[in-house]
T-cell receptor
Framework: DVKVTQSSRYLVKRTGEKVFLECVQD?????MFWYRQDPGLGLRLIYF???????EKGDIPEGYSVSREKKERFSLILESASTNQTSMYLC???????????FGPGTRLTVT | AQSVTQLDSQVPVFEEAPVELRCNYS??????LFWYVQYPNQGLQLLLK??????LVESINGFEAEFNKSQTSFHLRKPSVHISDTAEYFC???????????FGQGTELSVKP
């Protein structure tokens, strides 16, 4: 079974803090994705990566950055957290572009 | 570019009744289509997908969806729902080799006894 793990299920941070969300997959997938999920808005793509050290902006990259130093790990960074970044963050990986994505359990981030 | 519209944000239904969750998509190229389910406090799990071939696809827990190219739809159906089907359901579309999934806004299915 494909397994995607995220470093925290729940996280509470203060405004202005730097926040790291870690995602690891164990199936040697080339493609990895970060989404945020908000009620009524579905999932919105923040950043994605098709290879190590490669990244591309998704639909809502402002206020975020990413790092992919190793194939299995894809990190999302909030340089200076703000209250409007309070959300559920979901990581996913995929073996083929355009095909099924495998999701982690999510990190519910609250910024106060 | 692709887009997805889920026509109902909430669908309440009684146990053992049939249900249909509606999904329409827009695309200028051929598409892959997916339905994902999200149980409370969990990530998304793939329910079923259409890549090519038979337009009717089925899941292991009794759901089915039919790809209708002329109506650009991929509605999800189940003839008899259970309490355990209560969850949020997301329709998604991608272009072959395109990489990105585009998700709908989600439909909350609430099954009542």
């Amino acid at each position: 079974d494909v397994k995607v793990t995220q470093s925290s299920r729940y996280l509470v941070k203060r405004t202005g803090e730097k926040v790291f969300l870690e995602c690891v997959q164990d199936m040697d997938h080339e493609n990895m994705f970060w989404y945020r999920q908000d009620p009524g808005l579905g999932l919105r793509l923040i950043y994605f990566s098709y290879d190590v050290k490669m990244k591309e902006k998704g639909d809502i990259p402002e206020g975020y950055s990413v790092s992919r130093e190793k194939k299995e790990r894809f990190s999302l960074i909030l340089e200076s957290a703000s209250t409007n970044q309070t959300s559920m963050y979901l990581c996913a990986s995929s073996p083929l572009r355009g095909d099924e994505q495998y999701f982690g359990p999510g990190t519910r981030l609250t910024v106060t | 570019a692709q887009s997805v519209t889920q026509l109902d944000s909430q669908v309440p239904v009684f146990e053992e009744a049939p249900v249909e969750l509606r999904c329409n998509y827009s695309s200028s190229v051929s598409v892959y289509l997916f339905w994902y389910v999200q149980y409370p406090n969990q990530g998304l799990q793939l329910l079923l997908k259409y890549l090519s071939g038979s337009t009717l696809v089925e899941s292991i827990n009794g759901f089915e969806a039919e790809f209708n190219k002329s109506q650009t739809s991929f509605h999800l159906r189940k003839p008899s729902v259970h309490i355990s089907d209560t969850a949020e359901y997301f329709c998604a579309v991608s272009a072959p080799q395109g990489g990105k999934l585009i998700f709908g806004q989600g439909t909350e299915l609430s099954v009542k006894p």
